[in-house]
């Protein structure tokens, strides 16, 4: 089956100016999670989809980030404005959570997009 | 709030030597898993061994294993016969049994295997 895709896969704009990355899941997927991953320290979760429901989006700063999944599959991760602090790797894991009944744990990770901000 | 912690920024090895990775983690829950990452310099995040917390028996997958205390909230990776393909960032992961179940990381170990 495919993977987790992420779009672009590097990325570099000038602080103050605004960027999106794009993630398509895997198919059948319900739960969608972006997490930022600045270098050198493990990933941070900034926000967790169910279908196109916000689960957890308590660390992600509200006042510059934003993210929707509206039709419940692919979703978009916005900065506006960028800080030089958001340079990091940012990336879309999915999870199909339960199947037959039974609780499933594994999320399935994207290759991430790297954004540079200058 | 759960923490974990890798005490080990970077650890080497000798291939076909074995190596523990180490972690720690800080939870008032009784229930919950514990994952190991890997994180290859292409930057693909893949899972190599979960453990529940309930079981008392350590995982075990082909040359990854865990040594999971849970009273002393430990849980660390060991890499048996070590090949040059396992180098790279290993993260260790806690995920709740209640509410959003997001995953937290520590802060990661760099692996580099010497050949």
Redesign the interface.
Known sequence: EAGVAQSPRYKIIEKRQSVAFWCNPISGHATLYWYQQILGQGPKLLIQFQNNGVVDDSQLPKDRFSAERLKGVDSTLKIQPAKLEDSAVYLCASSLDRLWGALLYEQYFGPGTRLTVT | AQT?TQSQPEMSVQEAETVTLSCTYDTSESDY?L?WYKQPP??????VI?QEAYKQQNATENRFSVNFQKAAKSFSLKISDSQLGDAAMY?C?Y?SDQ??Q???????TRLTINP
């Not at chain 2, 292409?42 to 899972?47: C, F, G, K, P």
């Not at chain 2, 997001?102 to 990661?108: E, W």
């Open positions: 974990v898993y994952f292409s930057r693909q995040m893949i899972l979960r993260f992961a995920r509410g959003a997001k995953l937290v990381f520590g802060q990661g």
